[in-house]
């Protein structure tokens, strides 16, 4: 029996992806370790605030301030359409983003949209970075596998070559960080 997690928010702003879909394959990876994502789902756009005209993109940490403020819950993960960056980074866009160790996280589908957002390949791309930055909010570092669901994608074609999936040692060290965060309730 696989042991269920306190439940997860996952908040959709202003995206198409379908959240249970993506789950899907987020929880095959995490029963697999023995452990199962409950969620919900809450509906809501992104704050006006975080668009940078300039750059015609909307700045992720603004977003998962915004998160911060509304929502509360075990591990709060926002998903959206739009195009997300970080100053900090010297990168022009972003895939998402994570607090590690942290509660929230953000994952951008604006450049996994293939066809529509239906398709297959839109959702396995959409599962690889929720499920990246779960990686990420359990304390995962990057991964030097490049097969590895943890290993850094700066594009989408390093998306598309790495698996939905944990190596093993992300595996092992994923199961002993849950069992930290549910031994000591954090
Ligand atoms: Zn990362
Ligand atoms: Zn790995």
Redesign the pocket.
């Known amino acids: 029996m696989a042991i269920k997690l306190p439940e997860f928010t996952l908040v959709v702003l202003n995206s198409f992806v379908d959240v249970d879909k993506v789950m899907k394959f987020v929880n095959s990876s995490f029963l697999d370790i023995g452990y199962e994502i409950e969620y919900s789902v809450e509906y809501d756009d992104v704050p006006e605030e975080a668009y940078n005209e300039s750059r015609d993109q909307y700045e992720a940490n603004k977003i998962i301030n915004y998160l911060k403020e509304k929502y509360n819950g075990f591990k709060v993960i926002g998903l959206t359409d739009l195009d997300i960056y970080i100053d900090l980074y010297a990168v022009n866009y972003i895939f ?3 607090e590690e160790y942290g509660k929230y996280a953000l994952v951008s589908c604006f450049r996994l949209i293939s066809d529509d957002y239906d398709s297959p390949m839109s959702v396995i791309r959409s599962a690889k970075e929720v499920n ?2 779960i ?2 909010l359990f304390g995962l570092d ?1 991964c030097s596998n490049e097969k590895c669901v ?1 290993s ?2 700066s594009s989408v074609l390093e998306i598309d070559e790495k698996d939905v999936d944990f190596c093993d040692e992300c595996k092992e060290r994923l199961k002993q960080n849950l069992k930290h965060v549910l031994d000591n309730k954090i």
Request: charged residues 10%; negative net charge; without cysteine.
């Open positions: 998402g983003v994570a990246h930055e990686g990420h990057h943890m850094f994608s």
